[in-house]
């Protein structure tokens, strides 16, 4: 009887042993399968607001639409005011005042300012570089910079910071600051100083620059983890 319980003693032990050396732990491996945001799901339609906002000059009636639109605001553009240059930065400060006020947000405020400086730098060099490659005039003809709209990839940058922090606690409230960035891009259009296409094409930059965003931090907490790295953030 001794040997037998000796024997099942020393059974159920290697068992335990085999089974964690099975289940790798999550310092060392990482399954990154659903830490990317860029899944074509969500990519899919900032891509296609951007390609939109690229191939509206070219195609008749996505032409038409811009140039009727601008014709309808271009009497009564003069003169209004530029409080949607400070508009634009609402959704990107706005969740940051949230969370500091308590609102329960998926990353930390330091982590959310790292999202959010990363973010708009990826922004601000797609938005520089498609204003230098693509020339467009703007309506008003006060220059050759009006695609992207600069104004609108900022606020939706934001907007879209602001719905991945709040969307797993505040469903509603996570598309707020998509009221904002739009509230933002249409005033763009009613003061004439960008096309329909400048500002959903900018719409489009700034989503997946939030995303892209979000995807690096990702893959670096990911890669952190899995060799162990200190953390930066």
């Not at 068992?15 to 310092?27: D, N, V, Y």
């Not at 553009?77 to 500091?100: E, H, Q, V």
């Not at 998926?106 to 938005?127: F, K, N």
């Not at 900022?154 to 998509?178: C, D, N, Q």
């Amino acid at each position: 009887m001794n040997r037998l319980l000796v024997a099942a003693a020393l059974w159920i032990s290697g068992w335990h042993a085999a089974q964690a050396q099975a289940q790798p732990t999550s310092l060392t491996t990482v399954d990154t399968s659903q830490l990317s945001i860029l899944h074509w799901q969500q990519a899919a339609l900032p891509v296609l607001m951007t390609a939109y906002g690229i191939a509206a000059p070219s195609i008749g009636f996505l032409h038409n639409a811009d140039t009727k639109t601008s014709q309808h605001f271009a009497p009564a553009a003069a003169g209004r005011g530029n409080w949607d240059s400070y508009l634009r930065w609402a959704p990107a400060t706005g969740i940051l005042a949230l969370k500091a006020a308590g609102v329960q947000t998926t990353h930390t405020l330091r982590q959310q300012l790292l999202l959010q400086a990363s973010a708009h730098l990826v922004m601000a060099g797609a938005v520089w570089s498609g204003k230098q490659l693509f020339k467009r005039e703007r309506p008003d003809g006060s220059g050759n910079n009006s695609f992207p709209s600069g104004h609108s990839a900022i606020a939706f940058t934001g907007a879209t910071i602001w719905r991945l922090e709040l969307k797993e606690t505040h469903p509603v409230l996570s598309w707020g600051g998509y009221l904002l960035a739009g509230i933002t891009a249409a005033q763009r259009v009613r003061h004439n100083e960008h096309w329909v296409s400048d500002v959903v094409g900018g719409a489009g930059v700034g989503i997946l620059s939030a995303q892209a965003s979000y995807w690096l931090l990702e893959r670096y907490r990911a890669a952190r983890m899995k060799k162990q790295l200190p953390s930066f953030y």
